[in-house]
């Protein structure tokens, strides 16, 4: 423990850079989710197609090529990224993608009849969106919205790969002027899960503040029964 | 020029052997991770005391903790004790842990979906409860969530890329030396998104098909 004691700064540092891209990134997640999700539900089918080909073409290329090809190769076209800014992107375009699926599926799920009697009622689309159908969506979206932002989390060491000094990056910093592998690699490790529970105790609460029955399960209850199962 | 053809044509052959490693390393650690998977969510079934917990809390962990820190931590720390292991190997072993987590939640819900009748008729008929497991449960939770694992199948495909960080020679690490020797970086990594495109699309489609027509538990 000793040898790594003056290099707690580092760690900390990296702290803070990972923090800061997971919630740089899932503030783009979220942004992207929405628009890719709405655009998928819209009557208009150009709209629709071309928010199902970006999700696919997210989706379907790896997170990793899509990083690199943002801070490699569109330099080429006289775009130069800074790492990250590159790193937020990327996460956030990728996790956006799949967010958006949680976006279109729990609203695509809500009751047929709320879609009818807003219609009946002569809503507008944007109102029946707005007034009806968001508001019932969002208690459903929070457990898979919790697990992409989990994933966004353990995704953002990746941008280590492009020299953003998180902490996976200042640990590999750490590990090769001290030797201690298993020591450094171990703390990071703890580290990243605790920022997962983190995330996993505000959906909780979310859950709890959006729930239409107001359960009040205590709070280490329900991470408790997050941490025995079905994700 | 932005593109060059020929340039992006002369390294495809190269490519292409990269994504043969990613799908060798895809189909074994896809079998890892089905069997592993399998065996730790019927050890949390049997609730072993200790055991289970100690199962169960791993799979968190694991599911709780970046997938390139695990590599970085077992590539790195296993020659400390005199395991010498090819990148690939160690890939192939972390990434099939790394997903064993995820699949033996997949097997744990195909497990609970087995209808509760079928274990009381073979409590009834006197079945011993490795039989009950061999022959009733496990055919029964294993078809229920095959298509399950096909989604992981597709994830790990793409996730494997992340282990060309402990240089692991698949697509990603071939494109990103073809890009550092000729100083460009389009080509390579364009085609290389391509080919990833080209083998996941297809793949989530036909399954996405294959969940409709056999439905599936979640």
Same mark, same amino acid.
């Given at each position: 423990?000793?040898?790594?004691?003056?290099?707690?700064?580092?760690?900390?540092?990296?702290l803070? /850079?990972?923090?800061?891209?997971? +919630?740089?990134?899932? +503030?783009?997640?979220?942004? @992207?989710?929405?628009?890719?999700? *709405?655009?998928?539900?819209?009557?208009?089918?150009?709209?629709?197609?071309?928010?199902?080909?970006?999700?696919?073409?997210?989706?379907?290329?790896s997170?990793?090529?899509? *990083?690199?090809?943002?801070?490699?190769?569109?330099?080429?076209?006289?775009?130069? *990224?800074?790492?990250?800014?590159?790193?937020?992107?990327?996460?956030?375009?990728?996790?956006?993608?799949?967010?958006?699926? +949680?976006?279109?599926?729990?609203?695509?799920?809500?009751?047929?009849?709320q879609?009818?009697?807003?219609?009946a009622?002569?809503?507008?689309?944007?109102?029946?969106?707005?007034?009806?159908?968001?508001?019932?969506?969002?208690?459903?979206?929070?457990?898979?919205?919790?697990?992409?932002?989990?994933?966004?989390?353990?995704?953002?060491?990746?941008?280590?790969? +492009?020299?953003?000094?998180?902490?996976?990056?200042?640990?590999?910093?750490?590990?090769?002027?001290?030797?201690? /592998?298993?020591? @450094?690699?171990?703390?990071?490790?703890?580290?990243?899960?605790? *920022?997962?529970?983190?995330?996993?105790?505000?959906?909780?609460?979310?859950?709890?503040?959006?729930?239409?029955?107001?359960?009040?399960?205590?709070?280490?209850?329900?991470?408790?029964?997050?941490?025995?199962?079905?994700? | 020029?932005?593109?060059?053809n020929?340039?992006?044509?002369?390294?495809?052959?190269?490519?292409?052997?990269?994504?043969?490693?990613?799908?060798?390393?895809?189909?074994?650690?896809?079998?890892?991770?089905?069997?592993?998977?399998?065996?730790?969510?019927?050890?949390?079934?049997?609730?072993?005391?200790?055991?289970?917990?100690?199962?169960?809390?791993?799979?968190?962990?694991?599911?709780?903790?970046?997938?390139?820190?695990?590599?970085?931590?077992?590539?790195y720390?296993?020659?400390?004790?005199?395991?010498?292991?090819?990148?690939?190997l160690?890939? !192939? !072993?972390?990434?099939?842990?790394?997903?064993?987590?995820?699949?033996?939640?997949?097997?744990?819900?195909?497990?609970?979906?087995?209808?509760?009748?079928?274990?009381?008729?073979?409590?009834?008929?006197?079945?011993?409860?490795?039989?009950?497991?061999?022959?009733?449960?496990?055919?029964?939770?294993?078809?229920?969530?095959?298509?399950?694992?096909?989604?992981?199948?597709?994830?790990?495909?793409?996730?494997?890329?992340?282990?060309?960080?402990i240089?692991?020679?698949?697509?990603?690490?071939?494109?990103?030396?073809i890009?550092?020797?000729?100083?460009?970086?389009?080509?390579?990594?364009?085609?290389?998104?391509?080919?990833f495109? !080209?083998?996941?699309?297809?793949?989530?489609l036909?399954?996405?098909?294959?969940?409709?027509?056999?439905?599936?538990?979640?």
């Open positions: 423990m000793d040898a790594i004691a003056e290099y707690l700064p580092l760690i900390r540092q990296g803070v /850079t990972t923090v800061e891209v997971t +919630v740089l990134g899932a +503030v783009l997640a979220l942004v @992207v989710a929405f628009v890719l999700g *709405l655009a998928r539900l819209s009557t208009h089918r150009w709209l629709r197609w071309t928010a199902a080909c970006i999700v696919e073409f997210l989706r379907g290329t997170l990793v090529v899509q *990083l690199f090809w943002l801070f490699f190769a569109l330099p080429f076209f006289g775009i130069q *990224l800074t790492a990250l800014f590159a790193g937020v992107l990327a996460l956030g375009l990728n996790e956006g993608a799949y967010a958006s699926e +949680v976006v279109r599926g729990s609203i695509a799920s809500r009751p047929r009849g879609t009818e009697a807003a219609i009622l002569n809503m507008t689309p944007a109102l029946r969106m707005r007034r009806i159908l968001l508001p019932q969506s969002v208690p459903a979206m929070l457990p898979p919205m919790g697990n992409v932002m989990v994933d966004l989390l353990k995704n953002s060491s990746l941008v280590s790969l +492009v020299t953003v000094a998180d902490l996976t990056f200042n640990a590999g910093l750490i590990r090769s002027s001290t030797g201690e /592998t298993a020591l @450094v690699y171990g703390i990071i490790l703890i580290l990243y899960f605790l *920022l997962s529970l983190v995330i996993s105790a505000i959906v909780a609460l979310l859950e709890r503040r959006f729930s239409p029955t107001r359960e009040r399960r205590p709070l280490l209850t329900s991470l408790a029964g997050r941490m025995q199962g079905v994700s | 020029m932005i593109w060059d020929a340039f992006a044509i002369s390294i495809l052959p190269k490519l292409l052997q990269g994504l043969v490693t990613t799908v060798q390393i895809t189909i074994a650690g896809m079998a890892i991770a089905a069997v592993l998977g399998l065996i730790v969510a019927v050890f949390r079934f049997l609730r072993i005391p200790v055991l289970s917990q100690v199962l169960g809390f791993l799979v968190y962990f694991i599911r709780g903790t970046p997938l390139l820190v695990q590599a970085f931590f077992v590539f720390v296993l020659p400390e004790y005199g395991i010498a292991m090819s990148a690939l160690t890939g !192939i !072993i972390v990434i099939g842990i790394n997903y064993s987590a995820y699949t033996a939640e997949v097997y744990r819900s195909g497990i609970e979906g087995v209808p509760v009748g079928q274990w009381e008729a073979s409590t009834a008929l006197n079945l011993p409860r490795a039989r009950t497991w061999t022959r009733i449960v496990l055919p029964q939770a294993v078809r229920r969530v095959v298509p399950l694992l096909g989604n992981y199948l597709i994830q790990m495909f793409k996730d494997s890329a992340i282990l060309s960080a240089t692991v020679y698949e697509l990603m690490s071939v494109a990103k030396a890009g550092q020797s000729e100083f460009r970086y389009i080509e390579p990594f364009t085609i290389a998104a391509l080919l495109l !080209i083998v996941s699309v297809p793949c989530t036909v399954l996405r098909r294959l969940e409709t027509r056999y439905g599936t538990v979640h």
